[in-house]
């Protein structure tokens, strides 16, 4: 049982958006700052967003990142195929002095 | 290049130990916190540990709590993860990774502890 709710998959054909949402508590994304990681088969999680909403040079504009309140959102747009990977979100956790993940989101690009 | 070259994993015994390694090179590694991230075979990611620029401050997951142990060596630019008490839960991939939630998020690619009899 992960700290942090996400939805276990989602899909969408090849040009679409999608939105993942992130569902946390007070002592997390309500208090400290969101990012989320990417990780295509086989290889190790990169970075997509920090800061609820910043990107790391060379991720596209594609990727965007909100929160509101407890709950934060990854945006994908013009979904290509390459887009196909399991997305998890994160954030510190004040009570538990521990970083937290989501339990991860399938894309299927269909 | 930015790189993390995790070594030290492999099968083990339940209630046995590793130490983990992670050589890093390509960026200043004084000026980041570093972490450990497990991933169990078919699973999501779980946060391990974390240490300070200067090891001052060190975190844990619960679950490790007691028989991990996390520590950096700045003047080798090497960070590790000594395991005692090694349980079947235990077994995953261990990612080494830089500034988990900041601008320069990098992760190694990983090294597999198996723990089993």
């Known amino acids: 049982q992960s700290v942090l709710t996400q939805p276990p998959s989602v899909s969408a054909a090849p040009g679409q958006k999608i939105t993942i949402s992130c569902s946390g508590s007070s002592s997390n994304i309500g208090s400290t700052s969101v990012f989320w990681y990417q990780q295509l088969p086989g290889t190790a999680p990169k970075l997509l967003i920090y800061?609820?909403?910043k990107r790391p040079s060379g991720i596209p504009d594609r990727f965007s990142g909100s929160k509101s309140g407890t709950s934060a959102t990854l945006g994908i747009t013009g979904l290509q195929t390459g887009d196909e990977a399991d997305y998890y979100c994160?954030?510190?956790?004040?009570?538990?002095?521990?970083?937290?993940f989501g339990g991860g989101t399938k894309l299927t690009v269909l | 290049e930015v790189q993390l070259v995790e070594s030290g994993g492999g099968l083990v015994q339940p209630g046995g130990s590793l130490r983990l390694s992670c050589a890093a090179s390509?960026?200043?590694?004084?000026?980041?916190?570093m972490h450990w991230v497990r991933q169990a075979p078919g699973k999501g990611l779980e946060w391990v540990a974390n240490?300070?620029?200067?090891?001052?401050?060190?975190y844990y997951v619960d679950s490790v709590k007691g028989r991990f142990t996390i520590s950096r060596d700045n003047a080798k630019n090497s960070l590790y993860l000594q395991m005692n008490s090694l349980r079947a839960e235990d077994t995953a991939v261990y990612y080494c990774a830089r500034a988990l939630g900041g601008p320069g998020g990098y992760w190694g690619q990983g090294t597999l502890v198996t723990v089993s009899s």
């Open positions: 800061d609820n909403n």
């Open positions: 390509g960026f200043m590694f004084t000026t980041y916190w």
């Open positions: 994160g954030a510190w956790d004040n009570s538990l002095t521990a970083v937290v």
């Open positions: 240490i300070k620029q200067d090891g001052s401050e060190i």
